[in-house]
């Protein structure tokens, strides 16, 4: 089939390589020019497991081509995806404007019948705001063109988004149209032969289904750093508590380890875009208002363990830190926790030294012209004079390093653990002071 995606961003660049993996004929469009020329340059401008060899194979084979010419993606796909950013809005509702604007662009280059499909995470209610959009502008044109928009959210993970999209768990598309439907089974057929895992619902519900899914996994994960601030209080040890917990079938280990805070592009922006809709309807979500609450206040806590150690001013302190993106296996620094930390430690006046596997570059884009900052390539430089070690991403490297050379190298061996990589009592072996979230100190 011949498929346009708007947007070459985690979820447009992922799902145009995969589906011109498959045998789509997939033409990708930006308005980033930089983006587009890098692309067309062999450069993928993103670090995604995988995502490299799709990209190169798809387009070597002459099915996948990157443009910024908006009328010939139109021209060029039957069906045309929306896969553009979705930020917040001051008021924490999710902004609109760049997938209305593709609504609109699209009406104004579409010649005959176009399949719109939002796959941007989108308010419930946002298709049919597509559609007006796209009616006013045809209705300018004196245009009488049949068109459907269809919702169809995305569920990979970042770090995973490869795989997750050719092996998805589930596939779900709003629809009320049979002619929809048959498109989009056709489109999903590769990734649809073990058995089928397509869920067609109502559009508002399919738009729903995003927002349910990602709330849950942060209720899960702010569930359990409030319990691991609770088990700190009581002198329990939150690794135990979860291992007692998750053998529990109806509980399950996934999702429940503590830590300093969910970050990411989705689950911070998500809840309160959800909050937000809510309350537009006059609904006050106490639960997600709480979910949001409390990850807001765990990404402080690696500070606040930092303040307990040092001191209110850290003037004068370095503090090394591993682990600048959101999560492992990413080079994404949007809503990380690491980057509350560093905020909140320059504003004491620490200095701090960082060394993150794959997302320094975006770290030099957002903070190269402080002074107070220190990209380093290598784990253990990072140490060197600093006064303690901060993990605020779980990389596997970080899982174990060896602990003589990092107390050798630190001027205080003191390691502050925002993912409980190591054991406390190994630690204390160690003559390591070692604090962690929700056990040891
Ligand atoms: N990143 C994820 O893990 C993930 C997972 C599921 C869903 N989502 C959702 O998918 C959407 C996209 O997320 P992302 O992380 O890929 O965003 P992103 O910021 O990485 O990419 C968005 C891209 O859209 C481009 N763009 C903006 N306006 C455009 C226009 N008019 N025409 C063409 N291109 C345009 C931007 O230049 C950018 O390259 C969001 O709604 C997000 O919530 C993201």
């Known amino acids: ?7 070459t961003g985690y979820v447009g660049l992922v799902t145009g390589a995969c589906l011109a993996q498959v045998g789509h004929n997939v033409c990708c469009v930006d308005v980033d020019k930089d983006k587009v020329a890098s692309l067309r340059a062999g450069v993928i401008p993103i670090y995604e497991p995988g ?71 989108v308010p419930v209610g946002t298709a049919d705001k597509v559609k007006s959009a796209m009616t006013e502008v045809l209705e300018a044109r004196a245009a009488t063109i049949a068109f459907d928009v269809a919702s169809n959210p995305e569920f990979l993970k970042e770090g995973a988004a490869v795989s997750d999209f050719m092996k998805p768990d589930r596939i779900v598309v709003g629809t009320d149209s049979p002619r929809v439907e048959k498109l989009m089974r056709e489109l999903y057929a590769p990734f649809n032969r073990n058995h089928d895992k397509l869920i067609f619902t109502d559009v508002r519900s399919s738009e729903l289904t995003k927002y349910a899914a990602n709330a849950l996994l942060a209720t899960k994960i702010s569930f359990m750093n409030e319990l691991a601030n609770i088990a ?4 329990a040890d939150i690794e135990q508590v979860r291992q007692g917990i998750g053998s529990d079938p109806r509980i399950g280990y996934h999702f429940i380890y503590p830590g300093c ?19 537009d309807l006059s609904y006050a979500p106490q639960l997600l208002s709480a979910v949001d609450a409390v990850n807001d206040r765990q990404k402080e806590r690696l500070f606040q363990k930092l303040r307990i150690r040092f001191g209110d001013d850290l003037t004068g302190k370095t503090i090394a830190l591993w682990g600048l993106a959101f999560k492992p296996n990413t080079d994404d620094m949007r809503e990380a926790p690491s980057r509350t930390l560093m905020e909140a430690l320059w504003a004491a006046g620490a200095k701090v030294r960082a060394f993150d596997p794959e997302a320094l570059h975006e770290a030099e884009r957002l903070y190269g012209d402080r002074d107070d900052l220190q990209l380093c390539s290598s784990a253990f430089e990072v140490l ?24 050798q190298r630190l001027t205080h061996a003191v390691i502050v653990d925002g993912r409980n990589l190591y054991d406390p009592a190994l630690m204390a072996e160690k003559g390591i002071e070692y604090f962690s979230i929700g056990r040891g100190r």
């Open 51 to 121: 995502l490299k060899d799709v990209v190169e194979h798809a387009v070597a084979e002459g099915r996948l081509s990157f443009t910024t010419d908006a009328r010939e993606a139109v021209d060029h796909g039957e069906v045309i995806f929306i896969a553009v950013g979705t930020p917040p809005d001051e008021d924490g509702s999710a902004d609109l404007r760049y997938v209305l604007a593709v609504g609109k662009t699209v009406a104004e280059h579409m010649q005959d019948y176009r399949l719109v499909v939002t796959k941007s995470t």
């Open 384 to 407: 060197d004079g600093a006064d303690a070690l901060v993990i605020c991403t779980e990389w596997q490297q970080f899982r174990s390093p060896d602990f003589a050379e990092i107390k």
């Open 232 to 235: 700190e209080k009581v002198g």
């Open 1 to 7: 089939m011949k498929i346009a995606i708007f947007g």
């Open 261 to 279: 805070g969910y970050g990411g592009s989705c689950f911070p922006k998500d809840v309160k875009a959800l909050v937000k809709t809510a309350e």
